[in-house]
């Protein structure tokens, strides 16, 4: 009997998605082998990954990783192959045995491999945000010109893509949906005086109501800057112009996201704040599996709520609109800076009510332009990164 089982390459591997992933593939081994899984540094937990799942390929960054990497899995009789950087990543992302890519690496380091996945035709499961708001032209137009699928992991768009009509190709204009409202748990700073915000310390900001998630995502969380990279990301997904695009926070995060038409009608997707739902529904679709997901039960939930949010509390969502305005190189700009002003922060170098400033202020310094090509992106990435850093230094001085 030929197998029809599909094999997948989980970037990111040991990371929140990356282990939420994981647990769905081993949910369900006669449907998902798994053929390489990759990881920045954390070498202890991609050798029980290993262990556990039997890849083909392992990724590590460092050579020296890699090499001890694969001692521990020879001495263990674990066959899997161990090899080191960039190079390799797009390797393990675009290998004709692959047929899903879970594209799970944090912020820009993920654009090369996704972009990878993307020319060899694979089905990406989207959950790198940052690829997209870096080259959301240049990566969608990859997509298309090489029957690449493109499935949002991002728990918002993929309960956008589970409300839009079935088979809805790109662009909300001319069709029968009139918005797209994304929602927001504003994360754990939505009550917190503003005066309050300067004392945040990186724990603070990384204790979400809902989510357990990695620490640059938390703290983009509790910026907004999340949401902000999520309008950009709705954008080019599903074709929607800023102004089709409106944040809605919803603290209890059960409802994900929501779909409305013209007609009057709006639809939305529920479910208990669990990361294997859109993960699980990404890998099997069009077909529904087993997530284990906790069943919602709305009478413990009681009550849905719903607000306006504030930009004076969460500037950074509206940096991430002017970015999206601007367009061409902007909103590259605005991840870099953001990846900065994070990082300073997480370490302990910039003070949390100072992340939207930086930002705020490298947009400024760098000059429009258009993104035709991504040695312009990355140029633009490089640039902003080094106009950050050079901001966060004068702050601290
Ligand atoms: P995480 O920090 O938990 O994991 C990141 C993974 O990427 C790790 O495996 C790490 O080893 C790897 N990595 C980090 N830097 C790397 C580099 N320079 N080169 C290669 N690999 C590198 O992050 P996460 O929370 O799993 O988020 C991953 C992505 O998914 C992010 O883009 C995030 O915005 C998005 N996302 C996450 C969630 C969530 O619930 N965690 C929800 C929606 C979207
Ligand atoms: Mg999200």
Redo the contacts with the bound molecule.
Sequence with gaps: MVSDKKFITV????????VSTLDVVARHPERYGVFAL?????VDKLYEQCLQHRPAYAVL?RAEDAQALQARLDAAGCCTEVLAGAAS?VAVASAPEVDMVMA????A??LVPTLAAARAGKRILL????ALVMSGALFMQEVSANGATLLP???EHNAIFQALPSGFRQGVDGTEVTRILLTASGGPFRRKPVEELAAVTPDMACAHPN???????SV?SATMM?KGLEVIEAHWLFGAPAERIEVVIHPESVIHSMVAYVDGSVLAQLGNPD?RTPIAHAMAFPERVDAGVKPLDLFAVGQLNFERPDLQRFPCLALAYRALEEGGIAPAVLNAANEIAVGEFLGGGLRFDRIAGVIAATLDRIEAQSADSLEVVFEADRQARQVAASLVRQYCS
């Design positions: 970037l990111g591997a040991t990371g929140s998605i990356g990759t990881a920045h540094r954390q960054d990543l799970a690496i944090v912020g380091a993920g959950a790198n945000k940052e992991i991002d728990s989510w357990v998630m990695g620490r640059k995502i983009d999340n990361m």
